[in-house]
């Protein structure tokens, strides 16, 4: 059975930082391309970083700089670091799996997710709320 969990959400003021944390099981996640999308309220869900199999890292404009994603293929564990947060970066933050290679998880960066193909994998997601 494929799991995954996020943890680490906060609720912290506009500048601050949060770094949250996906653990998978039951999938290699050496072997999917990893991503964090979010979702604020009454927003569609939207991709904010991706993660390749060979490493590479992309980002939605909105965040670049300031985000950063990784992974622990060993401990098979996706991180988002988060610094400057503000608050429209307020949201629900999931960690989703791709099999294979980034496609959709690139398709959706900074752009709505509906229409743009389908994530395999999906964790439940972690609140960020950032208060000015």
């Known amino acids: 059975q494929i799991q995954m969990v996020e943890s680490g959400g906060a609720s912290v003021q506009a500048g601050g930082s949060v770094n949250v944390s996906c653990v998978v099981s039951?999938?290699?996640?050496?072997?999917?391309?990893m991503a964090w999308f979010r979702q604020a309220p009454g927003k569609e869900r939207e991709g904010v970083a991706s993660s390749d199999t060979d490493g590479t890292s992309r980002y939605a404009d909105s965040v670049k700089g300031r985000f950063t994603i990784s992974r622990d293929n060993a401990k098979n564990i996706l991180y988002l670091e988060m610094n400057n947060l503000q608050p429209e970066d307020t949201a629900m933050y999931y960690c989703?799996?791709?099999?294979?290679?980034?496609?959709?998880?690139?398709?959706?960066?900074?752009?709505?997710?509906?229409?743009?193909?389908?994530?395999?994998?999906w964790g439940l997601g972690t609140l960020v709320a950032i208060s000015s």
């Open positions: 989703a799996a791709e099999s294979q290679f980034c496609l959709t998880a690139i398709e959706a960066l900074g752009a709505p997710l509906t229409g743009r193909g389908v994530m395999d994998y």
């Open positions: 039951g999938l290699m996640l050496d072997e999917y391309c």
